[in-house]
């Protein structure tokens, strides 16, 4: 495969996941939220109780960035954080009563968008495309 070709590749994963969110965010009462924000939010309903720390690692974000975030997100009652038992330096972040609701409608949109394009490929098919995506989202990390 061609040099082009492969950033061609990445470059079209990049839109697919722009539209997701688009889609998702045009369908939805944004209720305030950023698109950082909703991300912020997003990674929490994903893994409740995560640490700021964590949040930063998986969006790729400087930590002092992701504190502000979490903060506004307080103020707004989208997020609250609870001091974590096993180390009192460190808050589990969940999300709040109006975070749950508006994050679980972004994410039934982003199923349904997604539902949408993959509907129409194999199951062998889409097993090794995410198979592809797991080694190359792996290789990115390293």
Request: glycine share 4%; net charge neutral; proline share 2%.
């Amino acid at each position: 495969m061609k040099k082009k070709d492969r950033q061609t590749a990445v470059q079209k994963m990049g839109i697919v996941s722009r539209l997701a969110w688009e889609y998702a965010r045009e369908k939805m009462n944004t209720d305030g939220l950023s698109s950082v924000q909703t991300k912020v939010c997003v990674a929490i309903y994903n893994d409740p109780g995560l640490s700021q720390d964590d949040v930063a690692r998986e969006l790729g974000m400087d930590k002092s960035s992701i504190a502000k975030l979490i903060a506004k997100l307080m103020e707004g009652s989208y997020v609250t954080r609870e001091t974590n038992p096993q180390d009192r330096r460190e808050y589990k972040l969940y999300l709040d009563k109006r975070g749950e609701k508006a994050i679980s409608e972004l994410v039934s949109y982003l199923n349904e968008f997604q539902d949408r394009f993959i509907s129409s490929i194999r199951p062998d098919v889409l097993e090794e495309i995410n198979d592809v995506l797991n080694t190359i989202l792996k290789n990115a990390a390293e």
